[in-house]
Nanobody, 118 residues
Framework: VQLQASGGGLVQPGGSLRLSCAAS????????MGWYRQAPGKQRELVAS???????NYADSVKGRFTISRDNAKNTVYLQMNSLKPEDTAVYYC?????????????WGQGTLVTVSS
């Protein structure tokens, strides 16, 4: 399984960006796709996740500003980020967690840098 993320860049405060992450390979339908981020000097944190059924979960810091979605046919997850703030600056990593009978496995994309600055 491989994940390819895209869509990061430099944006001014209040602006928007859309991240995409496509998963390739064969894997079970029982999975969750999500986005994590890691700012300099901080631990990686969950931003948002979404199940195959479309149930989404968000960090409190992004609720109302970010929207996660997925296209199961394309094995792709998206993160629409609006009203961006300087504190959203981080490397964003997409994640695929596959649940199997014996446990869960995590797969990570390469990370894409989001910089929010004027």
């Amino acid at each position: 399984v491989q994940l390819q993320a895209s869509g990061g860049g430099l944006v001014q405060p209040g602006g928007s960006l859309r991240l995409s992450c496509a998963a390739s390979g064969t894997f079970f339908a029982n999975n969750v796709m999500g986005w994590y981020r890691q700012a300099p000097g901080k631990q990686r944190e969950l931003v948002a996740s979404i199940t195959t059924g479309g149930s989404a979960n968000y960090a409190d810091s992004v609720k109302g500003r970010f929207t996660i979605s997925r296209d199961n046919a394309k094995n792709t997850v998206y993160l629409q980020m609006n009203s961006l703030k300087p504190e959203d600056t981080a490397v964003y990593y997409c994640n695929l967690r596959i649940y199997r009978s014996y446990g869960a496995s995590d797969y990570w994309g390469q990370g894409t840098l989001v910089t929010v600055s004027s």
